[in-house]
């Protein structure tokens, strides 16, 4: 997907600072930040549309049972409800398009990556007082219902990628062989964070960027909103630095090339070094 239009500068700027200041909130959004995020990927998300996307998710909420009781009863009426009579679903076709990470186009399609469908699934349900979160699997990310721990501690998982199919405790078993070749383990069930969440997301635009070298203008914005998260990985700057360079942004890019080498100087002079020959080779492109 290509956006008719980024957003204007002082629209991007102002999303970012409303993004930052959402995920050093006490209580970080998940679908607030996720709107932010498609806003910045589709300049003609604006604030009606977003303000459209929460009512459809309340509108949503609302068509579930009054509180079904036992997580499973909760997994199958979210399945019955998105799965089954709004059709959310995935399929291998919304791994190569943008728009399958972005929660606004997500809603409309009812089409997605498993880790935005989940968000769909997420947001609905908690609006309705269910106890849900997201299950980052390895390789496939699904949601889960109850107290964490596998079915021994009451846990019931759903696949809203596959419409809410509700996981035997085999099945979670294969998804994560397929991925690994081992076994599933009780830490791979831990409730997902909400920032964790959205840097997966960010994670998957990047990786959709990477294979498109006429996107890079995608890559840049994905690592700007990274960057704002509370906790980044230092090698984001570096990243960045090599964007910025890929660009023909020269003179940008070793600024951030000798600023991430001034970060790791500390604990790795070797590498520091390397670096700033990057940041001196980056210069000298502009001659």
């Known amino acids: 997907m290509r956006s008719p239009w980024p957003p204007p500068p002082g629209r991007s700027a102002e999303l970012r600072r409303r993004f930052a200041e959402e995920a050093r909130s006490e209580r970080p959004g998940l679908s607030a ?8 990927g589709d300049g003609t998300l604006d604030e009606a549309g977003m303000d459209a996307v929460e009512i459809e998710l309340d509108r949503l ?30 399929v291998p076709d919304d791994y190569r398009r943008l728009e399958s990470s972005l929660l606004h186009t997500v809603l409309r399609r009812r089409r997605g990556l ?8 997420i947001e609905v349900a908690r609006r309705a007082g269910a106890p849900v979160y997201g299950v980052a699997l390895p390789g496939h990310f699904v949601v889960g219902f109850g107290d964490p721990g596998g079915p021994e501690a009451g846990q019931v998982l759903a696949d ?11 099945d979670a078993e294969l998804l994560v062989a397929g991925v690994t070749g081992g076994p599933l383990e009780a830490s791979m069930l831990t409730p997902a964070g909400t920032l964790d969440v959205v840097a997966r997301i960010l994670n998957n635009v990047r990786a959709w960027a990477a294979t498109r070298p006429e996107r890079t203008d995608v890559a840049l914005w994905a690592l700007d909103l990274s960057l704002l998260l509370p906790s980044r990985p230092a090698r984001l700057r570096y990243e960045r630095a090599q964007l910025l360079v890929q660009r023909g942004e020269f003179t940008a890019g070793a600024a951030e090339l000798e600023a991430y080498a001034e970060v790791v100087a500390a604990v790795d002079p070797p590498a520091a070094a390397r670096v700033r020959s990057e940041a001196h080779a980056a210069r000298a492109l502009l001659n």
């Not at 998105?82 to 995935?90: I, K, S, T």
């Not at 809203?160 to 085999?170: K, S």
């Open 33 to 40: 930040l996720c709107l932010l995020v498609g806003a910045e």
């Open 61 to 90: 909420a609302g068509e579930l049972p009054h509180r079904p009781g036992s997580p499973r009863a909760w997994a199958l009426a979210l399945r019955d409800l998105l799965g089954e009579r709004y059709g959310f679903h995935g």
């Open 114 to 121: 498993p880790i935005l469908l989940s968000v769909v699934w």
């Open 160 to 170: 809203p990628f596959d419409g809410g199919r509700v996981l035997t405790g085999a």
